[in-house]
């Protein structure tokens, strides 16, 4: 019987959940092998509470969220209370725990694109300008003469600031959206 399926074993990420992951899966091979909860996560320098893993020990000995914590210990006390195997609880959460961090790294992989094109967008104006000045086109005076060419800098200038905005409300709309960073 597999502690954690082969797949798994091998897309396991540095981050919080990594070592959650370890922490998790080391703690139900102990239950597995007949070590009651509080001995599972003793090895874990875990302390508990009626067989559930305190939080801040979590947090602090694993490396986890405080919500990734709460997930672990109110699963092992949800196994306690129900009396389901709590190795196969915590090999679930454990699973659960990488494929969220697997999610949020697809997440900023995704969104990372997007910002890159906003900053460069927002940059090509000046490189323009810098461009137009070496090629002696001399477009500080167009946009400082006071007339047209200052009205059409100026438009540009906040065009220019309300596209970086709505692509930063967008890219926070899809963060949000996808529950994490």
Do not use: F, K, N, Y
Request: with cysteine.
């Amino acid at each position: 019987m597999r502690l954690v399926p082969d797949g798994l074993r091998r897309e396991v990420r540095p981050g919080p959940s990594a070592g959650a992951l370890h922490g998790v899966v080391e703690a139900a091979a102990a239950l597995r092998s007949g070590a009651t909860p509080e001995a599972a996560w003793a090895s874990q320098h875990v302390r508990c509470d009626d067989g559930a893993p305190r939080t801040a020990d979590l947090v602090a000995r694993l490396g986890v969220t405080a919500a990734q914590a709460a997930a672990i210990a109110a699963a092992a006390a949800c196994a306690r209370e129900l009396g389901a195997p709590p190795a196969e609880v915590l090999v679930r959460v454990a699973e659960a725990l990488e494929a969220d961090e697997r999610a949020a790294v697809a997440r900023r992989t995704a969104l990372a694109g997007p910002r890159a094109t906003a900053r460069l967008l927002l940059w090509l104006p000046v490189l323009g300008l810098v461009l137009g000045a070496a090629l002696g086109a001399r477009p500080w005076e167009v946009l400082l003469d006071g007339g047209t060419g200052t009205v059409l800098g100026g438009a540009g200038a906040l065009l220019a600031l309300a596209g970086r905005r709505w692509s930063q409300r967008l890219v926070d709309r899809a963060t949000r959206a996808g529950g994490g960073p």
